[in-house]
């Protein structure tokens, strides 16, 4: 990946802020560039490489200069209801950002053949009853429709952040732990670290993993990928 660029959307999230740190920690780019609405402190390797742009996603139109000279796209872009506020505002952020940027980073960069790589959740489905599945299932469709040379969903399972959300309550933080500490007890995989997504996704991009993806082409011409929780844990295992 010598001399390719990477832009990560939303690194200031939980998976987002290992992926970067894991992309700056092991190299394979010449530039890395995050955008979001705030930036992050790093003092670590290679941050002579990193530029962090803040930018207003209902704006997005006003920041088309951000999405410029991008090989690689890592998105990890995402909110739940209850930070939204309501279901129509959290399809907004969560959908809306992901998709209007994906078309603006389309627009400008014809004359690279984009990886997109998005980082999506078990259980996707357009067609679901469910808000939260069916926002998912929707956004990686219509990622698919908007004509990057190849797209690759990643669907992880439970995330287990490294830190928890200032605004969770105690209720929620205790069953947080009891769901993890009963997978871990009968050995499920159902949930998965953010640093494991984080590392399956850098890996994936730069060629180091030998798994798989479940892939198809679409009519557009879109080599469409998709890694399950199972996969993920797989490639992005401690080595």
Do not use: W
Request: hydrophobic share 35%; aromatic share 10%.
């Amino acid at each position: 990946m010598a001399g390719k660029t990477a832009l990560v959307l939303g690194g200031t999230g939980a998976v987002g802020k290992t992926l970067v740190r894991d992309l700056l920690h092991n190299g394979g780019f010449s530039r890395i560039t995050t955008v979001g609405r705030r930036e992050f402190e790093y003092d670590g390797p290679n941050k002579d490489i990193l530029t962090q742009k803040v930018i207003d996603f209902e704006k997005i139109d006003d920041f088309k200069d951000v999405f410029v000279g991008h090989d690689v796209v890592f998105c990890t872009l995402g909110t739940t209801r209850a930070q939204a506020g309501s279901a129509s505002r959290f399809v907004e952020i969560d959908k809306g950002y992901v998709i209007s940027s994906a078309k603006i980073i389309k627009q400008q960069n014809q004359d690279r053949d984009v990886h997109y790589l998005y980082c999506s959740s078990t259980g996707a489905n357009k067609d679901s009853m469910f808000l939260y599945p069916r926002t998912k299932g929707e956004i990686e469709h219509e990622l698919g429709d908007v004509g990057f040379k190849r797209v690759t969903i990643f669907r992880p399972g439970f995330l287990k952040a490294e830190e928890e959300r200032p605004d969770r309550r105690l209720f929620e933080k205790y069953l947080l732990g009891t769901v993890i500490g009963l997978m871990k007890l009968v050995g499920s995989k159902g949930y998965v670290d953010v640093a494991t997504v984080g590392r399956a996704m850098r890996r994936y991009a730069v060629g180091e993993s030998s798994i798989s993806p479940d892939a198809k082409t679409l009519e557009n011409g879109t080599q469409f990928e998709i890694f399950d929780n199972k996969s993920i844990h797989e490639m992005g295992a401690e080595k």
